[in-house]
Every structure is written in structure tokens, then in C-alpha cells.
């Protein structure tokens, strides 16, 4: 996760690189991503064949930037899928609210973030695809109107804001699809904005390019005035994709319930391990500006202390002053002081006042100095109680979050519970039906012993008429 670190001499950082660092891309690196059909499955990479279709042959499937590449592109298909479906089944033109559509614009931000290049300006590291969807304008001459319309909207001030704006007027003018196999054709430009294994560098954009095809069939009308495209925070809801277990059959209901439970925990602990992760890169952030608050304190008592002794100076001079002119009303009133001693008087009186109106002039700046570190002071005290508030907040969903997941354990241990009953039940049934078995085999049998006895009975009965005959 990329931070944007502040200079040394400067006072306070901003609330736009404060809060860069929880806007950044959670990719699930320890977890695969794979379409179930229309749902999101997530797989512990140690449980699972790391050889999926997708994937290139030639890479590592162990590779973490692949794994994000191939996480990325599975959340494309079911973003793409599910927006044509739901948009389908809704029969209307789409506007800026609607869930699957912001989610699928931030499915395609983090393709497009993935594997930029950083680049150092003044005010330290930036990563932008505004320049990357520039191109577009270059290779294609009708996509200049999306880029004259993007620049000419107002209130966007971030690369970021106008790159997310230049998405929305390309979905509604359909060409989305095209500008992007646009670009990926030319991954010799795209080398200046991306490393090697990017998204957009590799297969997996070409894949995504051709998905976004299937957009075409819909209709939308995002109205941007007003939207605030600047600051908005980009975090891919996996939510919307996790498997339900009402999808699963009667015959394997208990195991879709097992398996949506673990696939449901697993998403949580990695949104735990995420916002632990942004919980502490504020507190650094907050230990940081705590020091440069007890730096700026220790400045301002000293320069307190400096304004202290220009004070006592000034009054020196002054009374040093008053002492030089009743020194000189003194001298006029006699006349026999001697001439040669009076012009020196007036030169070290003159001297006298030049060094009184420094030392004036060093007064009025470490005041001046004094009241900006005042400012700053209470502008720093600002910006510590909003982070934090903001850490605050940050702590009570992670609290949140850890209940979710104790309650889903609780979950996963009654239902083991209930499966292992289920299982002792069919035991004992089987022991039941076996022991039914050997009693219908000894009916058997008997019934044949019977039968035998019936026949030489009835031989011997036989056999006694014809004696009796």
C-alpha cells in the first residue's frame, strides 16, 4: 500500500494524503478468485489446484502480481455479467445510483491502477491512468470530444476525478470497448504508464477489453455535475458476490451452507487484516505529527524566550536613549564643554537610535514569526483531531467486523456439530438394517427347515395309507 509521507519542514499533511493510503486497491493475494457460474468463490491458494485455464502457462502460479492480475479479471466477468443481467431485467436507461454500475466503475479503476508506474512530483509520489486514457485521443481522433468534455467539466481538480469521468462518457457514448482495445494494442506506449506485468500490459486486458463488448446492449445516463469524482473512496464490494446458500440444492444443502459460511469468513478476516493495516499507518501518522507538534512547541518557547530578550533590549536602548538626550540638553546648557566631545555624543547618539530601530524592526518579525506558529499550531491541533476521530471510527469496524466473524464461527462450529450428528444417526440406521438382515436370513432359514419337516411329513403320512391299504 503506497503513502504519501510528508516533508520534514513541513508542518502538517493534508487530509488528501492522509486518506490516500485507505483508498488504495485490497487485492485478496493469499486467495483465488474463480466464477462459480454468476457467484464469487474465494479459495485458500494452499486448498486449490494452482493451475487454472486462464492463467498463462508460462507463469508462476505462486506469482502474487499474477494472482492479482487473474483476481482482477474473474471480478471484471462478474461485474460486466451481472451489470448486463440486472440491467436487463430492469427494462431502463441507468443512471449514477445504481449499485451494480458504481461497482463496476470500481472494478475498472483498479484494472486500470494495477501495476502504475509512480511517478515523483513536489509534492511527493503520484499514480494516475488519466494519462494512460490520454492515448486514447492520440490513436482514436473522435475520442478527442470525450477529452475536451472531461477538461471542460468543472470541479474535477485530481487526475483521478477526470479519469473516472472519462469512463462514464465513454460508457454512454458505447465506445468503452473500443478505446480500450485501442490502447492495449499499443502496449509500446502503454510501457510509459505501466509496469511489464501489469493488467493492461498482459493478457488478462485483452480479456477485459473483449467483455466490455457485451456493454454496448445497455443504456446509461450519468449526470457528473455535482458529483464530487475527486474524493470518492474506490473499494470493490465482494458482497455483492458471495455465494447464498438458498442457490444450492436439497440434496447438498448442509455443504452450500458450510461452504458460503468459510467463503463469507474468509472475506471477512481479509477486510479485518486490511482495516488493521489502516489502523495502524494512522497511528504512525498520528506519532508523527504528535512529534512535530512537541517540535513546533519546543520552537515556539524558544522564540517566546528570544521575543522576551529583544523586549528587554528595546527598553535598554530606550532608557540609554533617554540618558544620551538628557546627556546632551545637559551639554548645550554648558557652555564649556568641549566641541570635539559633543559631536562624538551625537554620533554615538545617532548610533544608539539606528540600533534601537533594529532592534524594533527584529521585534515586530519574531512576533510576526510567533503568531504564524500560532496558526500553525492550531492548524496542526485540527489535523490531530480529525485523524483522530477518523482512527476512532476506523477502530470500532474493525471491532465491528471481528463480532461478524465470531458469530460466523459460531456458525461453522453448530453446523460441524450438526453434521456429525446427521453422521451418527446414519451410523446407527446402518447398524439397524444390518441387524434386520440377519434376523429376515434366520427367518429364511427356519422357513426352509420348516418346509423340509412339512415334506417328510407328508412322505410318511403317504407311506402309512399305503400300509393301511
Known sequence: MSDLTPQSETPTPTTDKITQAARETIYLCNFRVSVDGEWLCLRELNDISLTPDPEPAHEDPKDPIAIERLNLMNMAKLSIKGL????????????????????????????????????????????????????????????????????????????????????????????????????????????????????????????????????????ANLCMKGEDLDSQVGVIDFSMYLKDGGHSSKSAEGDGQITAILDQKNYVEELNRHLSASVNNLQAKVDALEKSNTKLTEELAVANNRIITLQEDVERVKEESSYQLESRKALKNDTAVDGQALGETRKQLKEETLLRLDVEKELEVQIGMKQEMELSMKMLEKDVCEKQDALVELRQQLEDFRAINQQLTHKSQSTDTSSKQKSEVIVRLEEKINQMSGTVKQLETSEKHSVKQARNLNSAAEKLLQLQQ
Open 84 to 219: 448486463i443481467e440486472s440491467a436487463l431485467n430492469l427494462g431502463r436507461t441507468l443512471d449514477s445510483d445504481y449499485a451494480p454500475l458504481q461497482q463496476f466503475f470500481v472494478v475498472m479503476e483498479h484494472c486500470l491502477k494495477h501495476g502504475l508506474k509512480t511517478k515523483k512530483t513536489f509534492l511527493g509520489q503520484n499514480k494516475s491512468f488519466w494519462g494512460a486514457l490520454e492515448l486514447v485521443e492520440k490513436l482514436t481522433p473522435e475520442a478527442g470530444e470525450i477529452t475536451a468534455s472531461v477538461k471542460d467539466l468543472p470541479g474535477l481538480k485530481t487526475p483521478l476525478g477526470r479519469g473516472r469521468a472519462w469512463l462514464r462518457l465513454a460508457l454512454m457514448q458505447k465506445k468503452l470497448s473500443d478505446y480500450m482495445k485501442t490502447i492495449i494494442n499499443r502496449k509500446d506506449l502503454l510501457s510509459e504508464f505501466y509496469e511489464p506485468n501489469a493488467l493492461m500490459m498482459e493478457e488478462e486486458g485483452a480479456v477485459i477489453a473483449g467483455l466490455l463488448v457485451g456493454l454496448n446492449v445497455i443504456d
